[in-house]
């Protein structure tokens, strides 16, 4: 067969072979009517290739939106293929083509449950406007999906197109609004004879040069005022089998990749930041174990993880030991020697994925300015992740196991580490009526080793606080050199119809540690919880679909305190007009918190009532935004929490779109924890009443010249500030009065001396125990500006400025005089960076 060419016309031969399969039917907002427009596909295949087209019929081509956008934007008309080659129900992969041009590409995994836009094959489409509508042409090469040998193979197949002007949704195959997955109703695409698996091949070497300058400090040999560096290294993608692909990385560069936004956390826990790295994040969802990940709303659902990719290549852990009048300097970020991934999935449905990385060992240089010494800062770290999955009873039963180990070289400075950690898992699924119902479990376990410092130092962690004084079925153990620890989920849910529900417990015992690997929030924890929606999707009078939620959370630990109970309701509602509002409420009638301080006893919160409202206009026009408040406040106590944040877009052409999102809180809490110190032959808990405001306010700048060449802008000026007043210390920490709780420092007690607040608790004219002022201001600008080319499919050109502030500033200067103060008027740190990718592929 001679291949048509592609360039958005269907006027090749080769498409006369096939007939145009139509009927399209809305999917939304309507479902099962006929759609304002019709549009048809055909699809043909080669030995390499597969082919499809579109016809996407309109009475007025003028009125097209031809939004433009970076690869995976989604916006303006567009037409959609998912293609579940393994015919396993679970999987599909997609590919989108906007009407200007934009590609957009995703796996799809767990049924339409997971969307993984971080996939980005090598493919090809070409779409063109004419008196009837728009069409596309679109070719995929075979390397870039995964199928079988088999003779006479289906494939399930689906299409979906969307019309902007309207916000509607029309697909090839029904697919009911309210089905319990995506990929399992697909149609099926027959009369696939004579294909042949594509090894894939894919070598992508890189240069990059950075030029980092800042302002030099005096006497310090390693701020003399500019840096330059020169990198080269190597990703690549080999297909083993057709079903099973290596990728791999050599010295990998991540310099195009945007900074981190600001964030402070005064409650002690970690931040969770996002993947953003093109290595880690792509396929990421097989290597995913989110094992508590519930609809139910939980402080720690969805995020605690025995794999969080984010701690390869991690900054420093140690630190280096300076003397006076000496300078040092360490990595910001852990050498990742290199990497490779060995993953994909069967035709007999087993889901493969083994990660194999090794982190450089880090040292940080420090000088007098005449001699010099080095001291590890972070040891060579061998990192190994292993994830297997088995589809079972015709796709309706899955069965998988995670194992994880991280190795250590330990030195030195860093015998703080554990030496080796080993995590694993076990999980299953079931499901039962047509996919409506589900039952799913899993077990986590883990084991660390170290010597007995670092794992009395684990024991401490805010993760486990095994010295809480009023704890008996914990306790430090300095002897110890091993901990071993248990979790798990259990679940029972509807995943269709108008009624939907989930109910389970989850857990996670004192001594389980995932954080050298995963991510976890705290351990010592059990939580039952219960999810019930009701939700339509028949458009009223006014309003196109709403759904409202209950839910309820309990928490008990180990010790069986029951530490919280929480309700919560909430809900959306998507208008005619396409706007939607949103809302929910929670109360919190019984609390105690075992972390509030840092290794006390638990301590009683007052019961909390939360409360938030959104807003979210139609994102069809030029100028749209969104804007959400909440209010949290405790009852019979001066405390409490209000946010705002809005994020405003305009896009006066197809090509460019500025956004700005604004953010505030203020945050007034009248025990924060401060320190804690001994009086005697008691500790002493030190908290203090804080007032506490947050300002940020992001600008986003795309300009898209074309689909393969844009220029985007991101900068965030950010400021955190907290005053501390009426400091206390607790004498009665389970007191039912909030007031009983704490005992306040009277002002003989307290006398504030270069930062330090000295204590004479007994007024005997002698210091008793001291601690550091709070009060801080942070104040902190982050930047980039990216030129990205892709001049040929696969390869990429970026030009990079960055721009960095982060100090602490003068808390008596207002927000905004804080700002102008520590950004305008000081000297930024610059990076400019020219990185280049040529992408070769078989």
Excluded at 791 to 808: H, N
Aim: charged share 25%; with cysteine; proline share 4%.
């Amino acid at each position: 067969m001679e291949s048509p060419k592609i360039d958005g016309i269907i006027n090749d031969k080769a498409w006369d072979k096939v007939e145009w399969s139509g009927n399209y039917i809305e999917w939304s907002p309507e479902e099962n009517t006929e759609p304002i427009e019709q549009t048809q596909l055909k699809v043909l295949y080669d030995e390499k290739n597969l082919f499809v087209a579109f016809r996407c019929f309109d009475k007025d081509p003028k009125g097209i939106v031809k939004r433009l956008s970076r690869r995976d934007g989604f916006d303006g008309d567009w037409v959609e293929i998912n293609i579940d080659s393994f015919h396993d129900l679970r999987t599909a992969f997609s590919f989108t083509t906007s009407v200007s041009g934009v590609k957009g590409d995703e796996f799809i995994s767990n049924d339409g449950a997971t969307w993984d836009n971080t996939w980005n094959p090598i493919w090809y489409t070409k779409t063109n406007i004419d008196e009837a509508g728009w069409t596309a042409e679109v070719r995929i090469p075979l390397s870039q999906l995964r199928f079988s040998k088999d003779e006479g193979q289906v494939w399930g197949i689906q299409s979906t197109r969307r019309y902007f002007r309207d916000e509607e949704r029309s697909v090839w195959q029904r697919s009911p609004i309210n089905a319990p997955g995506w990929v399992s109703s697909f149609g099926e695409l027959h009369g696939l004879s004579e294909l042949k698996p594509q090894k894939q091949l894919e070598i992508q070497p890189y240069v990059v040069s950075s030029l980092t300058r800042y302002e030099s400090e005096d006497g310090n040999p390693f701020r003399d005022g500019s840096d330059f560096k020169l990198n080269a290294g190597l990703d690549g993608k080999i297909g083993v089998t057709n079903d099973l692909t290596v990728d791999f990385t050599i010295n990998p560069d991540f310099g195009q990749v945007e900074a981190d936004p600001s964030a402070i956390a005064l409650d002690g826990f970690q931040i969770f930041f996002p993947e953003q790295r093109p290595f880690f994040i792509e396929n990421k969802n097989i290597y995913d174990y989110s094992f508590s990940s519930t609809k139910a709303f939980l402080p720690t659902g969805g995020i605690d993880n025995l794999f969080y990719s984010r701690r390869v290549g991690r900054s420093p852990q140690g630190f280096a030991p300076t003397n006076a009048e000496e300078f040092s300097t360490q990595p910001s970020i852990s050498t990742i020697l290199g990497a490779a991934k060995f993953s994909g999935k069967t035709r007999d449905g087993w889901s493969i994925g083994v990660l194999e990385s090794v982190t450089s060992e880090e040292v940080a240089d420090i000088s007098d300015g005449t001699n010099e010494r080095n001291v590890v800062v972070e040891p060579l770290t061998n990192y190994f992740v292993s994830r297997v999955q088995k589809d079972f009873n015709n796709n309706n039963t899955f069965v998988g196991g995670i194992f994880t180990g991280v190795n250590r070289n330990l030195s030195e400075n860093v015998d703080f580490l554990h030496k080796s950690v080993y995590t694993g898992g076990l999980d299953i699924t079931h499901q039962w009526k047509s996919r409506a119902y589900y039952l799913k479990g899993n077990l986590v376990f883990s084991t660390i080793n170290g010597n007995q410092d670092a794992i009395a130092r684990t024991q401490q962690s805010i993760t486990h606080l095994f010295q809480r004084e009023d704890a008996d079925h914990v306790a430090v153990d300095t002897s110890r050199t091993n901990l071993t620890g248990t979790g798990g989920t259990f679940m029972l849910g509807k995943a269709s119809g108008n009624w939907r529900f989930e109910t389970g417990g989850t857990w996670r015992s004192p001594e389980l540690e995932l954080n050298d690997i995963g991510f976890q929030l705290v351990a010592d924890d059990i939580k039952h919880f219960t999810w019930v929606q009701y939700r339509t999707t028949k458009p009223k009078e006014e309003v196109r679909s709403y759904a409202i939620n209950y839910t309820h959370v309990g928490t008990y630990d180990f010790q069986g305190n029951f530490n919280d109970l929480t309700f919560r309701v909430n809900g959306w509602v998507n208008l005619n007009n396409n706007w939607w509002i949103n809302g929910g409420t929670i109360i919190s009638p019984h609390r105690y918190s075992n972390a509030a301080l840092r290794g006390g006893p638990r301590l009683r919160r007052q019961p909390w009532f939360d409360y938030q409202v959104g807003l979210i206009s139609d994102s069809r026009k030029k100028m749209r935004f969104n804007m959400n408040f909440r209010d949290l406040y405790d009852i019979n106590a001066d405390n409490n929490y209000r946010e705002i944040n809005a994020t405003l877009t305009y896009q006066p052409t197809n090509a460019l779109q500025v956004s700005l999102a604004p953010f505030y809180s203020k945050n007034s809490k009248q025990l924060q924890y401060v320190s804690t110190t001994d009086f005697g032959n008691a500790s002493r808990y030190i908290n203090g009443t804080i007032s506490q405001q947050t300002l940020r306010f992001p600008l986003r700048i795309d300009y898209t010249i074309t689909p393969n060449l844009s220029l985007q802008y991101w900068g965030q000026p950010f400021i955190s500030k907290g005053v501390y007043k009426d400091f206390k210390y607790i004498t009665d920490a389970k007191a039912e009065k909030f007031e009983d709780r704490f005992s306040t420092f009277t002002t003989p007690q307290l006398n504030l001396t270069e930062g330090t607040f000295n204590v004479d608790e007994d007024l005997d004219g002698n210091m008793d125990y001291s601690f550091l002022d709070p009060d801080f201001s942070f104040v902190q600008w982050r930047s980039n500006m990216v030129l990205r080319w892709e001049y040929i499919p696969g390869s990429e050109l970026y030009l990079v400025w960055s721009q960095d502030i982060a100090q602490f500033g003068d808390v008596n200067d207002g927000l905004f005089e804080g700002l102008n103060n520590n950004i305008l008027n000081k000297k930024p740190e610059n990076i400019f960076l020219i990185k280049a990718t040529y992408r070769f592929a078989k």
